[in-house]
C-alpha cells in the first residue's frame, strides 16, 4: 500500500522529513510500524481519507501524528478534534512540546494560537467553523478525529456528521475509531459523502495483548471456560417478591430515586493483585461515589515502597509549585490518599486536582487508581490491570450491563507497551451477575455498531437555510448516516423515515418562522441572523437579547442568568435556597419569558424540549462574582466543585459567543466582558491552569 514517493509533491515524503527510504514504510519516530499503521501511513501519502478501526491502546494515535507530520512538511496546515477537553489539552501539550510544530488550541474554555498550523479543538469547534467561516478551512488539509465512534453519542453524535457532511471539498479526514461491528458500513458512508477515496484500515491485534478474568468471592480469579462450573457450585439466591421484569423495574425506579446497588466487594481481588505483583491498577467504577468510597476504603495499603514514598513526596512539591497551590493541600484527601499510593478521578473534582491525579499516575507512583470511564476516552495512561468493580452502569434510565464497545474500550488500558508481556482485565461479579450477566457478550463478543444520531440544531438549520435555501435543507438530511443506515431497510421503513425527518425539520422551521427568525421569503430576519452564531440555548438568549431582558442588567446578574441557563441540579444534591435579593425580579421575568417558549416548541411538537434556567447555584455565582475563594464557594452549594467550575466555565464559553454577535460599542457587550471577567478566575480560569502546567 505504501507508495516510493507522495502523489500531490515532488519530493518524496520520507525526504521531507529526513527520513530514509526503509524508514518510510516500516519505521517512523523510532518505532517499528505495525501493519494496520502502515496500511494508514501508504493511504495517506496517496492522498485518501483514511477510515482506521484498532482496539485501544494498539497505536492509532501514532497515524494522526504522521498526518499531522506530514501537513506540517508540506506547509500546510491541520486540525486535531477530540471529543473532551482533557484530551484536547492533552495533545496540546503533547505538540506544544515539539519546536518543529507551530500548534493551537481552541476549546470554548481556551483559545491559543487560532492561526497555527496545527490547531487542536473540539468536534464543536471545527462544526461551528464550518458553519460560519469554510474559506478559513481552505488550507486545511487533514481533519483527525479522534474517537470518531463518539457519533454514537444521543447528546452530541450529530456533530460528527455535520462536520463530515458540510466541510469544505479540499478537506481530507484521519477518522479514529475504537473497534465497531459496522465500519465499512460507516467507511460506505464517509465514501458517499467526501469527494476523496476513502482507505478502510481494520486491526483486531494489540501490540500487548489482554487475559480476561472474572473474581467472584469464594471462587477466587477464574476464566470463562470455568464459568459453568462456579454457577452450578454457587447456591442461587431465593427470589423475592417482585423479582422479574416488572420487579427489576421498580428497583430501577428505586434507584434513581437515590438508592444506588453497591457493587461487589473489590478488596480481597486488590489484596491478591498487589501479592502477585499486578499493579499498578485502573479500577473503573460507574458512580462517583463508588470511586472515593473504595479510594478510601483502600487507604490503608502501604502500596509505596520507601524510595517511592520519597519520590512521592518531591513530586507532590513540584506540583504544589508548578500549579501554585497552598501548601495545605497537601493534608487534603487528594494529596494524602496519594501518599499511600492511592488515589480517585472523576468529573466532581476540580479539574485542577484531575490534573494532578493524572500527574501522579503517570509517574508511576499511583498503585491504584479508581475512576469513571472518562478515563479510558484516548487519554493515554495505561496500566499493568484493569480492573472493574462492576459491569452494570446507569445508562441514563436503568442500570443495565455493558456495552461489549464499553468494556473494550476500558479493558484496552491494561498492559503498558515496552513494560508489561500482556495486560490483565478483571470483572468482580456478584451472585446476581452469574445468573443474569450476559458475559460471554461482554468479554468476548462483537463490539456494537455504531448508529446515527443525526438532528440539526437551530443554528444549523439557520445556517443551512440561509446557504442553501429551504429546497435543498432536505438534502442535508439526505446526506445523513441516518439516511444511508436505513437504505437496507424495507421500502416502507425507509418512506416512515423520511416522513419522520422531514416533518421534523418542517415542525422547526414552523417555529422559526413564527418567532420572527425566518420571514416568509425564508430570508433570515435579526434574530435569525443572532440565533445562527449561538450554539446551545440559540432561543433562550436570541429572546432574552431581542425582548431586552438584558438591558442595564449588571454582570454579576449576567453571570448569574447565563450559569442558570446551564446548570443542572442532580439527584441528591438537594433543593438550595435562592433568597429573592439575587435578583428575584429578574428570574421570575426570565422564567416566565422562557417558560413561554418552551411551550411554543411544544405546541409545534419539537421532540427535545429546550432547557430551562436552574437557578441552584445562584448564591454560589453572586459570592463567586464578588470575590470569595473556592471553599467558600463551597458552602453555597451540595454540587461537586467539579461540576460548579465546569458550569462557570461552559458559562464564560457562552457568554463570550454572545459577546461575540454584538457591536463593540453595545453597552451589553462591555457588561458581558464584565461577566466574563468575574466568573474566569483562579480555579475556573482553563488558561491559566493549562499555562501552568
Known amino acids: 500500500?505504501?507508495?516510493?514517493?507522495?502523489?500531490?509533491?515532488?519530493?518524496?515524503?520520507?525526504?521531507?522529513?529526513?527520513?530514509?527510504?526503509?524508514?518510510?514504510?516500516?519505521?517512523?519516530?523510532?518505532?517499528?510500524?505495525?501493519?494496520?499503521?502502515?496500511?494508514?501511513?501508504?493511504?495517506?501519502?496517496?492522498?485518501?481519507?483514511?477510515?482506521?478501526?484498532?482496539?485501544?491502546?494498539?497505536g492509532k494515535t501514532l497515524v494522526a501524528e504522521y498526518a499531522i507530520a506530514d501537513a506540517v512538511a508540506r506547509g500546510k496546515r491541520c486540525v486535531y478534534t477530540a471529543p473532551i477537553k482533557a484530551l484536547s489539552n492533552q495533545k496540546y501539550r503533547d505538540f506544544r512540546d515539539d519546536p518543529t510544530i507551530d500548534v493551537g488550541l481552541m476549546t470554548g474554555?481556551?483559545?491559543?494560537?487560532?492561526?497555527?498550523?496545527?490547531?487542536?479543538?473540539?468536534?464543536?469547534?471545527?462544526?461551528?467553523?464550518?458553519?460560519?467561516?469554510?474559506?478559513?478551512?481552505?488550507?486545511?488539509?487533514?481533519?483527525?478525529?479522534?474517537?470518531?465512534?463518539?457519533?454514537?453519542?444521543?447528546?452530541?453524535?450529530?456533530?460528527?456528521?455535520?462536520?463530515?457532511?458540510?466541510?469544505?471539498?479540499?478537506?481530507?479526514?484521519?477518522?479514529?475509531?475504537?473497534?465497531?461491528?459496522?465500519?465499512?458500513?460507516?467507511?460506505?458512508?464517509?465514501?458517499?459523502?467526501?469527494?476523496?477515496?476513502?482507505?478502510?484500515?481494520?486491526?483486531?491485534r494489540r501490540p500487548v495483548p489482554l487475559r480476561h478474568r472474572l473474581y467472584f468471592g469464594g471462587h477466587g480469579v477464574f476464566d470463562l471456560g470455568r464459568l459453568d462450573w462456579v454457577r452450578r457450585n454457587v447456591p442461587e439466591e431465593p427470589r423475592r417478591p417482585g423479582r422479574g421484569r416488572r420487579g427489576d423495574r421498580r428497583r430501577a425506579k428505586g434507584r434513581q430515586r437515590g438508592q444506588r446497588p453497591q457493587g461487589p466487594d473489590v478488596r480481597g481481588l486488590l489484596a491478591l493483585m498487589?501479592?502477585?505483583?499486578?499493579?499498578?491498577?485502573?479500577v473503573f467504577c460507574f458512580s462517583r461515589k463508588d470511586c472515593e468510597r473504595l479510594a478510601n476504603g483502600n487507604a490503608r495499603r502501604s502500596l509505596l515502597s520507601a524510595e517511592e514514598s520519597e519520590a512521592m513526596d518531591r513530586l507532590q512539591l513540584d506540583l504544589l509549585e508548578l500549579f501554585q497551590l497552598e501548601a495545605g493541600e497537601r493534608d487534603g484527601e487528594v494529596f494524602r490518599l496519594a501518599q499511600r499510593?492511592?488515589?480517585?478521578?472523576?468529573?466532581?473534582?476540580?479539574?485542577?486536582?484531575?490534573?494532578?491525579?493524572?500527574?501522579?499516575?503517570?509517574?508511576?507512583?499511583?498503585?491504584?487508581?479508581?475512576?469513571?470511564?472518562?478515563?479510558?476516552?484516548?487519554?493515554?495512561?495505561?496500566?499493568?490491570?484493569?480492573?472493574?468493580?462492576s459491569l452494570r452502569k446507569f445508562d441514563g434510565v436503568n442500570f443495565d450491563y455493558l456495552r461489549t464497545r464499553d468494556y473494550m474500550q476500558m479493558a484496552g488500558r491494561a498492559g503498558r507497551q515496552?513494560?508489561?508481556?500482556?495486560g490483565l482485565v478483571l470483572s468482580t461479579l456478584e451472585a446476581r451477575d452469574l445468573r443474569d450477566a450476559p458475559l460471554e457478550r461482554i468479554l468476548s463478543g462483537r463490539p456494537e455498531p455504531i448508529h446515527s444520531r443525526f438532528r440539526l440544531s437551530y443554528s444549523s438549520i439557520l445556517h443551512l437555510l440561509a446557504r442553501i435555501g429551504r429546497t435543498r435543507l432536505y438534502e442535508a438530511w439526505e446526506k445523513s448516516f441516518n439516511q444511508f443506515q436505513?437504505?437496507?431497510?424495507?421500502?416502507?421503513?425507509?418512506?416512515?423515515?423520511?416522513?419522520?425527518?422531514?416533518?421534523?425539520?418542517?415542525?422547526?422551521?414552523?417555529?422559526?418562522?413564527e418567532l420572527g427568525y425566518i420571514?416568509?421569503?425564508?430570508?433570515?430576519?435579526?434574530?435569525?441572523?443572532?440565533?445562527?452564531?449561538?450554539?446551545?440555548?440559540?432561543?433562550?438568549?436570541?429572546?432574552?437579547?431581542?425582548e431586552g431582558s438584558?438591558?442595564?442588567?449588571?454582570?454579576?446578574?449576567?453571570?448569574?442568568?447565563?450559569?442558570?441557563?446551564?446548570?443542572?441540579?442532580?439527584?441528591?444534591?438537594?433543593?438550595?435556597?435562592?433568597?429573592?435579593?439575587?435578583?428575584?425580579?429578574?428570574?421570575?421575568h426570565i422564567d416566565d419569558m422562557l417558560g413561554g417558549l418552551a411551550a411554543d416548541e411544544a405546541h409545534f411538537g419539537i421532540p427535545v424540549p429546550m432547557k430551562l434556567p436552574d437557578w441552584g447555584l445562584s448564591q454560589g455565582v453572586v459570592a463567586w462574582c464578588r470575590g470569595c475563594d473556592f471553599e467558600e464557594l463551597e458552602e453555597t452549594t451540595q454540587a461537586p466543585p467539579g461540576d460548579v467550575c465546569r458550569t462557570f466555565r461552559m458559562a464564560v464559553q457562552l457568554l463570550r459567543q454572545v459577546r461575540r454577535t454584538l457591536d463593540k460599542d453595545d453597552s451589553l457587550h462591555d457588561r458581558l466582558s464584565e461577566a466574563v471577567d468575574a466568573l474566569n478566575r483562579e480555579e475556573v480560569d482553563a488558561r491559566r491552569q493549562l499555562e501552568l502546567g
Open 519 to 546: 420571514d416568509e421569503a425564508d430570508e433570515l430576519t435579526p434574530r435569525g441572523k443572532v440565533a445562527r452564531l449561538l450554539y446551545g440555548f440559540e432561543l433562550q438568549i436570541t429572546e432574552m437579547l431581542f
Open 550 to 588: 438584558l438591558e442595564g442588567v449588571p454582570a454579576e446578574a449576567l453571570a448569574l442568568i447565563f450559569v442558570g441557563l446551564i446548570h443542572e441540579s442532580r439527584r441528591g444534591w438537594g433543593t438550595p435556597y435562592v433568597p429573592k435579593r439575587l435578583f428575584f425580579g429578574l428570574r421570575r
Open 274 to 282: 498487589e501479592k502477585d505483583d499486578k499493579l499498578p491498577a485502573l
Open 341 to 389: 499510593g492511592v488515589a480517585y478521578h472523576h468529573a466532581g473534582m476540580l479539574p485542577i486536582h484531575k490534573e494532578v491525579v493524572e500527574r501522579m499516575f503517570t509517574s508511576g507512583l499511583i498503585k491504584l487508581l479508581f475512576t469513571t470511564e472518562t478515563f479510558a476516552l484516548g487519554i493515554n495512561m495505561p496500566a499493568r490491570s484493569v480492573v472493574f468493580s
Open 109 to 204: 474554555d481556551v483559545t491559543i494560537h487560532p492561526s497555527a498550523q496545527v490547531l487542536i479543538m473540539t468536534t464543536e469547534i471545527l462544526r461551528n467553523s464550518i458553519f460560519e467561516n469554510p474559506k478559513g478551512l481552505e488550507d486545511v488539509d487533514y481533519v483527525i478525529f479522534d474517537e470518531v465512534h463518539y457519533m454514537d453519542d444521543p447528546e452530541r453524535g450529530s456533530v460528527w456528521e455535520e462536520s463530515l457532511i458540510f466541510a469544505p471539498d479540499e478537506t481530507r479526514f484521519i477518522a479514529l475509531s475504537a473497534t465497531i461491528d459496522n465500519l465499512e458500513q460507516l467507511g460506505a458512508w464517509i465514501r458517499e459523502i467526501r469527494p476523496q477515496e476513502l482507505f478502510v484500515v481494520r486491526s483486531t
Open 486 to 513: 436505513h437504505r437496507k431497510k424495507s421500502r416502507k421503513a425507509r418512506e416512515r423515515n423520511s416522513l419522520v425527518q422531514r416533518d421534523l425539520i418542517d415542525r422547526h422551521l414552523s417555529l422559526l418562522q
Open 1 to 58: 500500500m505504501v507508495g516510493p514517493r507522495d502523489k500531490r509533491d515532488d519530493a518524496p515524503f520520507g525526504a521531507q522529513l529526513g527520513l530514509g527510504d526503509d524508514e518510510r514504510t516500516t519505521h517512523w519516530k523510532g518505532f517499528q510500524l505495525l501493519p494496520f499503521q502502515i496500511e494508514a501511513v501508504g493511504a495517506i501519502r496517496e492522498g485518501k481519507n483514511v477510515l482506521v478501526s484498532a482496539p485501544t491502546g494498539a
Open 418 to 422: 515496552g513494560i508489561d508481556e500482556e
